[in-house]
T-cell receptor, first 107, second 115 residues
């Protein structure tokens, strides 16, 4: 069974539209959850982690334990947000990643 | 300039040969990881190491081997037993899990092609 599920392979939106990238996880307890982003020709990098409760580049993610979800949201998408986004959770001492969602923002 | 370096960027291997991918970090991180990235599959964990001279298998360790003789280095060997080795390989390192700045730092990857 998948431990981190990202149901959408591709999400296409117009500039200025709201964005929600979905992530569900399988775990009982209090997981440590992350979003990583990979822009074209750049390294995979940390976007945010739920424990820090930060807003990075306008993105936020709220942990919903009842729905076991950690969806990534941004109210107004920008073209520079186009990238591959991975949701990840801790399992033991390593991170397990979802399959990723490609976000495409067009003008 | 602190970071994590993977080499080479591109690697070609003949079937039946072993090949070793290099990963070096100067971030003073204790933990290091190897992932395989395939289209539509995301990142899958191959091996990881929390400390020198110790490492654990990840989800897809078969056909791979690693060593961790130095804190800075975590080489990955793709053996001839790996049935489908053509892929993009990512190395990462991290601070301890309880650290305020906990998170992975990734290398730029090695693309391995079996010819």
């Amino acid at each position: 069974a998948q431990r981190v599920t990202q149901p959408e392979k591709l999400l296409s939106v117009f500039k200025g539209a709201p964005v929600e990238l979905k992530c569900n996880y399988s775990y009982s307890g209090s997981p440590e959850l992350f979003w990583y982003v990979q822009y074209s020709r750049q390294r995979l990098q940390l976007l945010l982690r739920h424990i820090s409760r930060e807003s990075i580049k306008g993105f936020t993610a709220d942990l919903n334990k009842g729905e076991t979800s950690f969806h990534l949201k941004k109210p107004f998408a920008q073209e520079e947000d186009s990238a591959m986004y991975y949701c990840a959770r801790e399992e033991g001492t390593a991170l397990i990643f979802g399959k990723g969602t490609t976000l495409s923002v067009s003008s | 300039d602190g970071g994590i370096t993977q080499s080479p960027k591109y690697l070609f291997r003949k079937e039946g040969q072993n090949v070793t991918l290099s990963c070096e970090q100067n971030l003073n991180h204790d933990a290091m990881y190897w992932y395989r990235q395939d289209p539509g599959q995301g990142l899958r964990l191959i091996y990881y190491s929390q400390i020198v001279n110790d490492f654990q298998k990840g989800d897809i360790a078969e056909g791979y081997s690693v060593s961790r003789e130095k804190k800075e280095s975590f080489p990955l060997t793709v053996t001839s037993a790996q049935k489908n080795p053509t892929a993009f390989y990512l190395c990462a390192s991290s601070t301890p899990q309880g650290a305020l700045n906990y998170g992975y730092t990734f290398g730029s990857g090695t693309r391995l092609t079996v010819v």
